[in-house]
């Protein structure tokens, strides 16, 4: 790979990998997506076929060097995703940098597209953890856990803290900047913080665009790694980010590499 930004120099894969650590800080959440150049993350359904070798070298090193592997039901469902699996490489890629041997799947979910027999629950060799609300079907929780999944509560789903519309809730702080949740949504900056309590502070997402939209307007998205793919794709292929509105986002280029056509950047998001 070339190196365009911020030097001008080739890079060994070791190189690349050092660039793609996470940095040594109390947590730190990165999204990772592969784009066409026209701006279409998906080619009938799933990403597979946007991927290039040079993104998925960045992609293979977004979960081996996390500590959680953070995604959106849909997503887990639509990409057929089971749990990671490391190879030798992985495991030793691991063991250098003192991280477990298998990061689990974080999985978000208000019920309706988690079945508690999704393979990402049932084929996992370590527990996965579905983030969910209060708000979602106890008898639901509950099928999650018995097939083996750690359920984290992050949101209240309290009636009195939402109007019975499902319009945005009244806070009782008047002084909370955050966007308002809407009654059964997640709270997402608590689950991430939980996340980190728990030792998982190095947060690799793997999207979908609704979970990112969401992330970003909760405020806990510190780096965007987008690797554009030399294709184009028209149609109606969804974005990078889709859904819940945010006042626009800074970003700050980290990093931009090449390789045989496809361009891989690091942004700070501010």
Known sequence: ???????????????????????????????????????????EGRSGGLSTPADRIVYRLGNDLADVLLVGAGTSQA???????????????RRRHGLAPIAPIAVVSTGRSLPPDAPVITKALVPTIVITSAATDPELRAAWAAAGADVLVAGTGDPTLHEATGDPALHADPDD????PRHGDVDLRAAVDELARRGLRRIDCEGGPH????????GVVDEL????????????????????????????????????????????VH
């Open 79 to 93: 990409e057929g995703f089971e749990g990671l699996r490391p190879d030798e490489k992985t495991a030793e890629r």
């Open 1 to 43: 790979m070339r190196e365009v930004f911020p030097g001008n120099q080739d890079r060994t894969e070791a190189d690349v990998e050092q660039l793609y650590v996470y940095p040594d800080v109390p947590k730190w959440l990165a999204v990772n997506f592969v784009s066409s150049a026209d701006g279409g993350i998906t080619i």
């Open 211 to 218: 979970l990112f939209a969401s992330l970003l307007a909760a």
């Open 177 to 180: 900047q955050r966007p308002r």
């Open 225 to 268: 790694r987008l690797t554009v793919a030399p294709m184009l794709i028209a149609g109606d292929a969804p974005r990078v980010a889709m859904g819940a509105a945010i006042d626009p986002r800074q970003l700050e280029l980290l990093s931009a590499l090449v390789d045989d056509n496809s361009v891989l950047l690091r942004y700070r």
